[in-house]
């Protein structure tokens, strides 16, 4: 998948402020400090679509853009960050979480995890969310020019293994650095594999066509999450 032209369509503070349905929608998020913005940036090929801060944190709002006129990009607040006052934090995770358990264009979402790090809990208690409210998600492990490629593979097992019990078959994984702009064609790919599924529903049973959550590939397809799982680490967590 190449990309023409991504644009800014707006900033949303919640659900019902986000533009309509009509395109599909592909979501990134994570801890704060993952390097979200500049992989957009990478991913898009514009180095100032997504604004880069060293401020953790930094998005507060769901920013959305569009992508070739067919797609949505969506930058979503990142989760644990601690310089916001504990009641903005609050309200920035309803949000988001209420656009992802019901935002009906929402097709995919890009968990992203830093790879220079060892599984952290708040990481786990997002992925075991997203997997309870069967939302089809990849996992992106972000950073990886920072450690050694052994330091990456031992972080990915490790979280891997966390998560195992949870499903019966564990979600994608993806690798990327915005620096070496690794993973950016992968990543692209199974936006690419959506939308052509996308397209190929909405040719065979016309324009109104809506695909499925389990059709979605490539994903943590709706149904593969295991009914039993261990108990959150921190129920009182949004998600």
Not at 93 to 103: D, F, G, M, P, T
Not at 119 to 137: G, M, N, Y
Not at 192 to 200: P, T
Request: glycine share 6%.
């Amino acid at each position: 998948m190449n990309i023409s032209s991504a644009i800014f369509e707006c900033s949303a503070p919640d659900l019902d402020s986000c533009p309509d349905e009509s395109l599909p929608e592909f979501a990134f998020i994570g801890r704060s400090n993952v390097g979200k913005s500049s992989l957009l940036n990478m991913l898009a090929g514009k180095d100032a679509l997504a604004r880069v801060s060293p401020t953790p944190g930094f998005t507060k709002l769901i920013n959305i853009f569009t992508v070739d006129k067919i797609w949505r990009l969506v930058d979503l607040p990142g989760y644990g960050f601690a310089q916001v006052a504990r009641e903005h934090s609050a309200r920035f995770n309803k949000a988001v979480s209420n656009y992802l358990q019901h935002r009906k264009n929402l097709t995919c979402v890009f968990a992203l995890i830093d790879s220079g790090l060892t599984p952290q809990t708040i990481d786990l208690e997002f992925v075991e969310w997203l997997a309870r409210h069967s939302i089809p998600f990849v996992l992106v492990f972000t950073k990886t020019d920072k450690v050694t490629p052994t330091e990456v593979q031992t972080n990915i097992a490790a979280f891997t293994n966390c998560i195992a019990t949870w499903f019966e078959t564990l979600p994608p994984v993806f690798t990327c650095s915005s620096t070496t702009r690794q993973g950016r064609a992968e990543l692209l790919g199974i936006i690419g594999e959506c939308m052509a599924a996308i397209q190929a529903k909405t040719e065979s049973e016309g324009p109104d066509a809506v695909m499925a959550t389990e059709e979605v590939p490539a994903t943590g397809r709706k149904g593969s999450a295991k009914e039993t799982r261990p108990k959150r680490p921190n129920p009182a967590r949004p998600w």
